[in-house]
């Protein structure tokens, strides 16, 4: 029974329309030297639903421009390149995170709010440690897509929520990981790492989600680290972690592995809480 499953599961991922190229394509054109603002209009505007989240997320008080922004070039002006690289990004992952995932117990509102928060804690925590710019992306990126894979796996917890539940009331002391793989032999962060090597995403994103559930796996890259602690950091907070959501702590071997002081926490905290609630407003 569990084998058929598992055949299920990973015949879904590939029901799962791709990352889109326009955001691959836009990405790339915001590395180089000299940035073509038209060009990356034109790219940007060739996927209506990218660019209206884009302009959602850009009039967000979060980023507290002086006038109302009615175009992707006139946007451009205003902010600087690591923002823009934030709002495509979250422009893209907006259009997954687009329904309830019932067996998860998480709201369509929860999961985006979840996925931001620890996108903006991610970028915080990387700026701190001192990543280029280029390995900042890349952890907010994996932050902002580390619960990718619960979008595949919602219809089977769904189906088997009453197992779920039995032995959640049986062993109290499991989280919502544990009972994944008892009841359907992976977990969702396996699933989403499956899912992001199938969009050809590098090897180190696929990782950090595969890995941001496993004590072990997640001290092993820092990058799997940061998305790690930002995933728990917005589950202390309250944000759309499901089920188990105030089951979370720090572990110390987590901040060791990343050089950051216990002080740090609140700050993160605060940063993650605050720049969310801002840009979430925008899409009520």
Known sequence: MKRQILERIFDKVDTIPAFPKV?????????????????????????PGITANFLKI???????LPQKIDSLFKAFMFLGINQIKFIV?????KKYFSKDLIGYGISVEDIWFHSLACGIIAEEIAFDIGFSPAKIET???ASILHDIGKIVLDLYTKLEIKEFQKIAREKVDWDFIQIEWLVLGVDH???????LERWEFPKYISFAIRAH????????????????????LANMLGIGGGVDVFNYRVPENLLKNLNIEPEKIYKYLKVGLYKSLLIQKEFV
Not at 32 to 44: A, T
Not at 189 to 195: D, N, S
């Open 213 to 232: 559930h496993d004590s072990d796996l997640m001290l092993q890259s820092d990058i799997a680290s940061i998305v790690a602690l930002s995933n728990i």
């Open 89 to 93: 990004v979250a422009s893209v992952a």
């Open 189 to 195: 962060g396996l699933v989403g790492a499956h899912l």
């Open 58 to 64: 850009v009039n967000s008080p979060a980023f507290g």
């Open 23 to 47: 955001a691959f394509q836009a990405l790339e054109l915001l590395k180089k030297e000299d940035v073509d603002f038209r060009e990356l209009e034109r790219i940007i505007k060739s996927d």
């Open 139 to 141: 952890v907010y990126i």
